[in-house]
């Protein structure tokens, strides 16, 4: 059984960064597609990152293009999202998704495509 669990959240300033981790702590060894989505009060939860299983192809989305970089871990389903030049519009609950892929390279980038969900770590970016 897939298990995410998501670290790396916080309260920090404009202009500053983070990096948040999300691991399978599960260990079920099966090749995932992996993405961050974010949900900001009152608004739809969007993605903002997603990455194919082996970390060969990626998504990020067009509002933080250029600040945030994902990216996977050596070890088997860990999953990254380094945050730069954060801004106040970025505050929401940050959470990471997954899915089964059977070794394709495919990312994935809309909500119904996954399978598994972390509980999600909180950024606020104050001005």
């Known amino acids: 059984q897939v298990q995410l669990v998501e670290s790396g959240g916080g309260l920090v300033q404009t202009g500053a960064s983070l990096r948040l981790s999300c691991v399978d702590s599960g260990r079920t060894g099966e090749s995932l597609a992996m993405a961050w989505f974010r949900q900001a009060p009152g608004k739809e939860r969007e993605c903002v990152a997603a990455i194919s299983w082996n970390g060969k192809n990626t998504y990020v989305a067009e509002s933080v293009k250029g600040r945030f970089v994902v990216s996977r871990g050596n070890a088997k389903n860990t999953l990254y999202l380094v945050m730069n030049t954060l801004k106040p519009e970025d505050t929401a609950v940050y959470s990471c998704?997954?899915?089964?892929?059977?070794?394709?390279?495919?990312?994935?980038?809309?909500?119904?495509?996954?399978?598994?969900w972390g509980q999600g770590t909180q950024v606020t970016v104050s001005s």
């Open positions: 998704a997954a899915r089964p892929t059977m070794y394709t390279l495919i990312y994935y980038s809309t909500l119904r495509e996954y399978t598994y």
